[in-house]
């Protein structure tokens, strides 16, 4: 008997605050290859038309399946998501590793902004949804927004891609 294919995920990227164009750009990019609809929640620190989102995104950006909220309550109001379906990624997130959780095919992937993170409203309750990407050396503080949401997103991804 065949084995069963895995479900096409429908994974979602949700930016809190952007503030670097070519960081929310070169994730857009990262969405198209793997077909992910990104969700930016406002305010962003630039405007989506300026080049610097272009050139990161390339000619990819007008295939981006983008989705825009004025607040994390907007948000939560109108997509609803369970909270076992939320995994936030900060520097020190308490729920452990990147690589511990089992992430459903429909999980919210949740960002922050590149100089503060998460607000507290976000990670307000959810100290066990937090996870973090494991650094080895004590000289950096954090990871650019960027690579880290591209290899979280890959590692969330593992189990469905082949």
Request: hydrophobic share 40%; charged share 25%.
């Amino acid at each position: 008997m065949p084995e069963p294919t895995p479900a096409l995920p429908d994974m979602k990227i949700v930016l809190v605050h952007p503030e670097i164009p070519g960081n929310t750009g070169t994730i857009g990019r990262t969405c198209v290859a793997l077909d992910l609809e990104l969700i930016l929640i406002h305010p962003l620190g630039f405007d989506l038309s300026e080049k610097s989102v272009r050139r990161a995104g390339l000619d990819y950006w007008k295939h981006v399946r983008l989705t825009e909220y004025d607040s994390w309550d907007a948000f939560m109001a109108n997509r609803a998501p369970t909270e076992d379906r939320l995994f936030l990624f900060e520097n020190g997130g308490e729920g452990g590793s990147v690589y511990e959780p089992d992430f459903p095919s429909d999980a919210y992937l949740v960002f922050g902004k590149e100089t503060k993170g998460l607000p507290a409203e976000v990670l307000e309750g959810r100290a066990k949804q937090t996870f973090h990407l494991p650094m080895r050396s004590p000289h950096i503080r954090s990871l650019n927004l960027a690579n880290a949401a591209t290899a979280v997103i890959y590692q969330a991804m593992r189990g469905y891609l082949s």
